[in-house]
């Protein structure tokens, strides 16, 4: 039997509150949910930080994922203009030293494949078993992906380990964000979810740092040391992780009240009373699993929703689109121009060094 949305169901429709089914926010929020929510739209950024630093701290920290996430391509890309890498993973053609273009374009597809199928994938483990787990399990995969990539000593096993890596790397990309948005107010949460692409820069800027000191040694330390230094983030992220909060929408989402107030609390500084957070968390977990009766993908196209769903894909496929995996080619570009293999990836660094410096100051 169909039921119809009551006379205040439909005035609330016209004003924009209802959602579906005659859902009304009004009517499923009580006092305490309310007023947290008018509290937290009030904050102002200044505030919000005075008051959730550790939120902050903590929503950084699992961006390091990120980090890792560009660190391994734009590596790869810098390593086609290393005198060394070209020698003995390359051959000889008109008295230089190449990486053939089929394989470039193979090792360099590996990890961005290996990253699509994997964030395809991570909301799976994310759901089941939580955001810190999953993150941790894909931390530890990474560090031992990397073994691969380190001892590779042949084009296809370094593409085996590329694409490997790939699908873990891509999982990051899904981790990092959910959990700045849960932990954060919202008065952080859109300058740490974008503080993402800060660390998509970092990371390149890291690498071709990285490589352009080690490109000038003459043994394979010139790209075994870069693949090596993919285990400082591993090591750093083990060590932090165990004191790590779980997600505290997760946390309600399995029932889990307690731990969740608990997951608040370490949060927020010690004078925030985190009770009507958690009221508002708990009703609105109640709202989504009414509105998620029934629901498929299919409806992310309908009317209702396909303008939500055009920003999200667009929004992320802004920087896709921009040409950023471009930036790996650059380096080797410089060399194929005529620029000296030392200026090459000093230029390498001087321009994401500016990318870097002009993302912060439009976060800022």
């Not at 299919?298 to 471009?326: H, P, W």
Request: a neutral charge; charged letters at 15%.
């Amino acid at each position: 039997m169909d039921v119809k949305p009551s006379d205040e169901a439909r005035q609330c429709s016209l004003e924009g509150e209802i959602l579906k089914g005659g859902i009304v926010v009004r009517a499923i929020a009580g006092e305490e949910a309310r007023q947290a929510t008018a509290d937290e739209h009030n904050l102002t950024f200044t505030q919000a930080v005075k008051t959730y630093p550790k939120a902050i701290g903590w929503s950084m920290f699992f961006s390091l994922g990120i980090v890792m996430t560009a660190f391994d391509p734009q590596l790869l890309g810098q390593l086609y203009a290393t005198p060394r890498f070209q020698r003995d993973f390359g051959y000889k053609f008109e008295d230089q030293w190449i990486i053939s273009a089929p394989w470039q374009t193979g090792l360099s597809m590996g990890s961005p494949i290996g990253q699509v199928v994997g964030a395809f994938f991570a909301s799976y483990p994310m759901e089941a078993f939580g955001r810190r787990k999953t993150f941790a399990v894909c931390v530890i995969l990474t560090a031992a992906f990397i073994f691969i990539q380190f001892f590779a000593r042949s084009l296809p096993t370094l593409l085996a380990g590329e694409l490997l890596g790939g699908l873990v790397l891509g999982t990051y990309a899904v981790i990092a964000p959910a959990y700045a948005s849960e932990v954060c107010p919202v008065a952080l949460r859109g300058v740490f979810t974008s503080y993402i692409n800060l660390c998509f820069v970092m990371g390149q800027l890291i690498a071709n740092g990285i490589i352009a000191g080690t490109q000038r040694l003459d043994n394979h330390w010139a790209y075994s040391a870069p693949f090596a230094a993919q285990w400082v983030w591993p090591f750093v992220i083990l060590i932090g992780l165990p004191f790590a909060p779980e997600s505290p929408w997760w946390l309600v989402r399995k029932g889990r009240q307690g731990d969740a107030e608990r997951s608040l609390r370490s949060l927020a500084s010690s004078s925030v009373d985190v009770k009507p957070t958690l009221a508002v968390i708990i009703e609105t977990d109640r709202l989504e699993q009414e509105l998620e009766n029934g629901s498929t993908y299919m409806d992310c196209f309908k009317r209702v929703n396909i303008r939500r769903t055009e920003i999200a894909v667009g929004v992320y496929s802004i920087q896709v689109i921009s040409g950023i995996y471009l930036v790996g080619y650059a380096t080797y570009f410089f060399t194929l121009a005529g620029l000296p293999t030392n200026d090459a990836f000093s230029m390498g660094v001087g321009f994401l060094a500016l990318g870097q410096m002009l993302i912060t100051l439009n976060n800022n």
